[in-house]
């Protein structure tokens, strides 16, 4: 009984917050740098595990945009911001 008591005042605080739980895992630590986990899709395919920018709204600040680079790699982006 305790563990369902814990449970929805968990999931009661989450959202409050207004973070879901797989939410909370994809945030990062204000790096600009957000990883997306390795998965397996519903046909069996794998998905392999990679970084990518901290979604924000913004093209200007995207490591496929010119004028940037992704840290990781060194390779300069390539897209127009428009």
Not at 52 to 64: F, Q, V, Y
Request: include cysteine; glycine fraction near 10%.
């Amino acid at each position: 009984m305790k563990r369902i008591v814990v449970c929805v005042c968990l999931l009661t605080l989450l959202a409050l917050l207004g973070a879901s739980p797989a939410e909370a895992r994809r945030r990062s630590s204000g790096s600009g740098i957000t990883s997306v986990r390795p998965a397996v899709t519903r046909s069996g395919t794998y998905r392999q595990g990679h970084y990518r920018t901290t979604p924000d709204g913004s093209k200007l600040n995207n490591w496929s945009t010119k004028g940037n680079a992704n840290p990781i790699t060194g390779r300069k982006g390539t897209k127009n911001w428009y």
